[in-house]
């Protein structure tokens, strides 16, 4: 059997990036999968292709941020594991960050996570059912990069109230953990560094050699992190932020 056998596993922000490697390996681990996410092409090829479900949600609206839950319900009767995948990466400091901008960091990164966590423990305890749930943060919560200033507040945010949410439903044996992950290979940070940062073909080796590991964080070792946190096998543990990153904060020289 599976890790994720006879579970039912959403994932928002699922169509590409980290949320799509870990719907290939949800379903790869005997799960129903359900995917959401606002580019409808994008989403269904893989969903025929992994044989997961998509429902089309702009995650930026708070009305949609459920949409996803009621869909796995729907389908299924029940939902049993969430993962906030989404993320908004535009560039921004605490000098030229507009209003509209700080809003929309705060709506995909923070607001988001939050309603769609609210409609699964609804579920889960409607039901008194034991359920995970993960979330995608980052490791520059802990301060980031100043060009990075409404994405971090907002990050840090979805820290806190990964905590608080598990502290308020562990007696419910929900179990609802964090991973901020690092610098990672993805078809979106390939966009970011060619728009904001004058990136060429050959970015992906340099950053590679820059790195300790001598690579970037892998979308498929992310996806086996967070399959193993919403199984049962990674046992009692709730309200952990986990730095899944090759820098070691607080490390000298």
């Known amino acids: 059997m599976g890790l994720l056998e006879e579970k039912v596993v959403l994932v928002n922000g699922g169509s590409q990036g980290v949320g799509a490697g870990i719907v290939r390996a949800a379903v790869r681990e005997g799960a129903s999968v359900v995917l959401s996410g606002r580019r ?3 989403g269904e090829k893989l969903a025929a292709e992994s044989g997961a479900t998509f429902v089309q949600a702009d995650l930026a609206d708070p009305a949609q941020a459920g949409r996803g839950v009621e869909e796995a319900v729907a389908r299924h009767g029940r939902i049993d594991c969430l993962v906030n995948a989404a993320g908004l990466t535009s560039r921004g400091t605490l000098l030229d960050t507009t209003p509209e901008l700080f809003d929309a960091h705060i709506a995909i ?3 988001a996570p939050f309603f769609a966590m ?3 423990v609804r579920d889960m305890v409607a039901r008194e059912a034991p359920g995970t749930i993960v979330n995608i943060i980052t490791s520059s919560a802990h301060g980031g990069q100043p060009f990075l200033a409404p994405y971090v507040a907002a990050k840090a945010g979805l820290a806190g109230l990964t ?3 598990a502290h308020a439903h562990r007696w419910d044996r929900i179990r609802i953990n964090g991973l901020n992950i690092g610098w990672t290979d993805t078809e979106g940070e390939d966009a970011v560094q060619r728009a904001f940062h004058g990136a060429g073909d050959d970015w992906r080796r340099k950053a590679a ?10 979308v498929d070792e992310i996806a086996d992190f967070v399959v193993f946190l919403l ?3 990674s046992g009692v543990v709730t309200g952990s932020v986990i730095d ?4 070691v904060l607080g490390g000298l020289g």
């Open 40 to 42: 409808a092409e994008v």
């Open 109 to 111: 990164n923070l607001r």
């Open 244 to 247: 899944w990153d090759q820098i």
């Open 209 to 218: 050699e820059s790195q300790p590991m001598g690579k970037l964080g892998q």
């Open 118 to 120: 609210q409609a699964a």
């Open 163 to 165: 905590r608080n949410a």
């Open 231 to 233: 199984s049962d096998r």
